[in-house]
């Protein structure tokens, strides 16, 4: 599928550019995989792909504890999207094929 390899994501949030890589598997409908940021690395959960239309979602510790949902599309090596941060709102994310 197009989702699938590994990506670097720039997100933009209230504390400024954040990046991470993230690396997807799909399978059918489900998209498993692993996403990490600062040295730190955790798996993505509630995942799933439609055709270039993905959403996943991560729970962070720093700087807060938190789960983050994306939901985005593929476009060649391309990915964009906006990652719901709880009650703090909608952000936008990008990004590249690793």
Known sequence: ?????NWNLTMTTP????????????SGGTLTGTQGAEGNSTEIFDGSVNGDNVTWKVS??????LTLEFTGKV?????????GIGPMGSFPFTGTRA
């Open 1 to 5: 599928m197009a989702v699938d390899g």
């Open 15 to 26: 504390m400024g550019e954040r990046r991470a890589t993230l690396s997807l598997a799909s």
């Open 60 to 65: 962070i510790t720093n700087p807060m504890p």
């Open 75 to 83: 476009s060649g090596d391309g990915i964009a999207g906006e990652m």
